[in-house]
């Protein structure tokens, strides 16, 4: 029997869904306006209990499917799930046995869950009322249609040749090329971007230059903008594979309805210490507000890493830059939707597990073992939020 907790806040829901005894929990969240679109985040989880890989993946299909069972998902239809995992050359494998060909974009990503175990799972769902293509272009994205607006979600790219840099230049040129597929660019149509790196204490650098130059050629500068973006730890599945690559890009929007979060007083422009990605992205709809946060960390409005070896004193910090970047969007904590958590340190995880524990008991999270990409910074999060607004622009 599951035991069900209950939250709403205006248009937004949280639900916990634990099963005892199958030792799983799915943390999820709806937005709904009025007459709008939908939306879903979810986190499934699972207990450690000392069996295999396969039967802590059923434990997790099984609440999967008690999740899709809930009455706010009747209809909701998938876009992206990734696979936190403790071993992804063998595991992603047997998950693609078990699960159906195609049903939406994947990504798998070595990043262990914290618990102990060996798998969780974060999956986007949207209503039933938009239009969902999955394999929609050759890197298999799943596109979401819906009010002339066109959102691609394309997960779990991987080059197998190359040191880190010719990676990520081989990443960028065949996304790129996608793009165009969908009469988009670059500059102009992506909001959001993952970048996973094994070993990121020797292999971030290269990362680094070779999507700077490629942003260069793309017209994505100091002067323009960049793209909201995680660069952190994570081994692909691959062994051959250096960079892992995730992407959202969308179609429709006017200029005007996209703005970067700065957050000044307390975070400095990345492109200040070399890296070029935006700390958070708004994107404005007539009915609501989405806001994108990047991967951050303890860190001050001079490029500076904030309390060096204090994980708690980090976390606070790390939790009031996110504060201020969604106010300076118009939004709080209450309008989150999902956090990632990425800890250098397994031995951090009973303390900071508590800390979000106690502040955030609503909202779905995962922590899972990500090094941070300076190797002093002991944690990072990111989000999604969204918050009701009224504008002129189109609906979502």
Known sequence: MANISYLCIRFMEFKTLHNPDEGTTAQFSTFKPADGLAEHHAILQVEPRGDVFLCQLERLQNAEKSLMAQPELKGAKLVFKRYFLSDATNQQALIEQAISPGHCTISFIQQPPLN?????LWIYFVGAEAEVSNEADPLG??????NGYEHIWTMGQMSNEGNSYQQTETLLLRYEEQLRLHKATLAENCIRTWFFVRDVDTQYKGLVVARRENF???GLTPETHY???TGIGGNPSDPKAIIQLGCYAMLGFAPQQQ????ALTHLNKTYEYGVTFERGTLMEYGDRGHIFISGTASINNKGEVMYVGDIEQQTYRMWENVEHLLAEGGMTYNDVMQIIVYLRDTADYQLVSRLFRERFPNIPYVITLAPVCR?????EMECIAVDARQTAYPNF
């Open 227 to 229: 793209i909201a973006s």
């Open 375 to 379: 190797p002093t910074w002991l944690i």
């Open 216 to 218: 260069t050629l793309q």
């Open 141 to 146: 994205s799943t596109l979401v249609r819906h």
């Open 259 to 262: 703005r970067y979060l700065y």
């Open 116 to 120: 102990g175990s060996k798998v969780a």
